[in-house]
């Protein structure tokens, strides 16, 4: 398999080509990413079958275990591919009981950056995500002191491209005065269409929109009537979601995580679900 034959192909940003079905490499560390694989060998062959069914596009952060994940990902397919992207994220910790505090002081990111370069075993990253807002959502104010930051560390050559995630409209738009931004990672699904908005002017400015928790915060209805088109189609919930989201704009891409190499292919396939107009527009009518 290529990439032009993963669903939804693929989607170029600034000098980047990645494919629209990605990989999320979370679900490699243990429960809630945190601690060690229950089977390292099989997060190994996850990582390697990604590469060999032509994804280009590995979502990532060192604290995902913590530093489990990259390490995973050094070991599994390092030396890399030169078409292979990266993409990690920076602005939290990990605490010893697997929480995530945050860390956005500027010293913490610089030092977030050198760490997943070690660790994933590269002289700069691809493209960073600068983890802002809480846990579902943006939270208001500027975020200027920390994309400088950002910027500084591009002009070094540490970092070769900014996103951001779980940022608002104005605050993508102040970020954009400071550096270019290449992606935006933001909580948005069927049932949450909140960002409806922003999906739609990045697009327009070829910005990558990278959304997360597919099957996140729905309540029972819309969870039942997610079943529902799911029966009709023969399909399963997520491979409906994850369709929905590719059919929704070009440059939506997609990072389904999973620790299972089957479960894996199933993403893959359940992404190239071709969703009929009746049921995308049933779909549709569950926006929150």
């Given at each position: 398999m290529t990439t032009n034959d993963l669903p939804g192909g693929t989607f170029r940003v600034a000098d980047l080509e990645l494919t629209r079905t990605g990989y999320g490499a979370m679900q490699l560390a243990g429960p809630g990413a945190?601690?060690?694989?229950?089977?390292?060998?099989?997060?190994?062959?996850?990582?390697?079958?990604?590469?060999?069914?032509?994804?280009?596009?590995?979502?990532?952060?060192?604290?995902?275990?913590?530093?489990?994940?990259?390490?995973?990902?050094?070991e599994a397919l390092h030396p890399y591919p030169e078409d292979l992207v990266l993409?990690?994220?920076?602005?939290?910790?990990?605490?010893?009981?697997?929480?995530?505090?945050?860390?956005?002081?500027?010293?913490?990111?610089?030092?977030?950056?050198?760490?997943?370069?070690?660790?994933?075993?590269?002289?700069?990253l691809d493209v960073v995500n600068?983890?802002?807002?809480?846990?579902?959502?943006?939270?208001?104010?500027?975020?200027?002191?920390?994309?400088?930051?950002?910027?500084?560390?591009?002009?070094?050559?540490?970092?070769?491209?900014?996103?951001?995630?779980?940022?608002?409209?104005?605050?993508?738009?102040?970020?954009?005065?400071?550096?270019?931004?290449?992606?935006?990672?933001n909580f948005y699904n069927i049932a949450n269409r909140h960002d409806d908005g922003l999906v739609d002017s990045t697009a327009q400015q070829g910005i990558a929109y990278v959304p997360y928790f597919p099957l996140g915060g729905f309540n029972p209805l819309q969870s039942s009537a997610l079943d529902e088109v799911a029966k009709s189609l023969d399909a399963t919930p997520l491979a409906v979601?994850?369709?929905?989201?590719?059919?929704?704009?070009?440059?939506?891409?997609?990072?389904?995580?999973?620790?299972?190499?089957?479960?894996?292919?199933?993403?893959?396939?359940?992404?190239?679900?071709?969703l009929p107009p009746t049921a995308v527009a049933r779909l549709d009518s569950l926006a929150g």
């Open positions: 945190f601690g060690p694989p229950k089977d390292r060998d099989e997060a190994i062959r996850v990582l390697r079958t990604a590469v060999e069914l032509g994804i280009r596009h590995i979502d990532t952060s060192d604290y995902y275990g913590p530093y489990v994940v990259n390490e995973l990902i050094r993409v990690t994220k920076i602005g939290a910790r990990r605490d010893e009981q697997g929480g995530w505090p945050e860390a956005r002081e500027p010293d913490e990111l610089r030092q977030q950056v050198r760490d997943n370069i070690e660790r994933l075993g590269v002289d700069a600068l983890r802002l807002g809480g846990m579902m959502g943006p939270e208001p104010g500027s975020i200027a002191d920390k994309v400088e930051v950002m910027a500084e560390m591009r002009e070094q050559g540490l970092i070769r491209h900014v996103g951001l995630s779980t940022v608002s409209a104005e605050q993508l738009a102040e970020a954009q005065t400071i550096v270019p931004i290449v992606c935006v990672q979601a994850l369709a929905w989201l590719l059919q929704r704009s070009p440059n939506l891409l997609l990072i389904p995580g999973t620790s299972s190499v089957a479960h894996l292919r199933e993403n893959i396939a359940g992404a190239g679900l071709e």
